[in-house]
């Protein structure tokens, strides 16, 4: 949804590239997908105040580095954060204005399907996200808006007009 919106959106978006702890996946690269650290960097980079947001998630660390958010909105480029429940209820006290999306499948039944069809992740792995993500739902409705992605061009248009709302504020900066 997110690199679909990014392709066809008019306005200026930065997907910030969160650091993990986590080994890539076939195919992902560092500083494209994920900042790939070692656990000994990231927790230097927490002690160091890098971190907007941090957690530990699945058994591997995940955050979002303030460089990732500060330097795009400070050249008026709207800044989308691809986190989980943890994450984003620590970027809604540190940064009032940001706006909050809940993505998710219709039911965990189509998520695990989603999981499985990947390809990416064992039994053991699916078990524990399909576990986090019920736990995940039960924060929902902390967030300003839900798209359910069970069509791909309904949902990209939904948070399409999400976005075009930040954007049509007037103040220059889509937060």
């Not at 959106?9 to 690269?29: D, M, Y």
């Not at 053991?124 to 929902?140: M, P, T």
């Not at 791909?152 to 954007?167: D, M, P, T, Y």
């Amino acid at each position: 949804m997110i690199q679909r919106l990014r392709e066809t959106s008019p306005w200026p978006l930065h997907l910030s590239v969160s650091a993990t702890t986590r080994a890539p996946r076939r195919g992902e690269k560092d500083g494209v997908h994920y900042h790939f650290w070692t656990p000994e960097h990231f927790e230097e980079e927490v002690k160091a105040g890098a971190f907007l947001e941090w957690a530990r998630v699945h058994g591997n660390y995940y955050g979002t580095l303030r460089r990732e958010v500060d330097e795009p909105r400070a050249r008026g480029e709207g800044v989308i954060l691809d986190i989980d429940v943890q994450g984003a209820a620590q970027v809604r006290k540190q940064c009032p204005d940001a706006v909050a999306v809940f993505m998710r499948a219709s039911d965990l039944k189509t998520h695990e399907e989603r999981l499985r069809k990947r390809g990416t992740e064992d039994e053991a792995s699916i078990e524990r996200r399909i576990k986090a993500a019920a736990g995940e739902l039960a924060h929902a409705d902390e967030y300003e808006h839900q798209v359910i992605n069970d069509d791909l061009e309904a949902a990209v248009a939904w948070l399409r007009a999400i976005v075009s709302r930040q954007f049509d504020k007037g103040d220059g900066n889509a937060g």
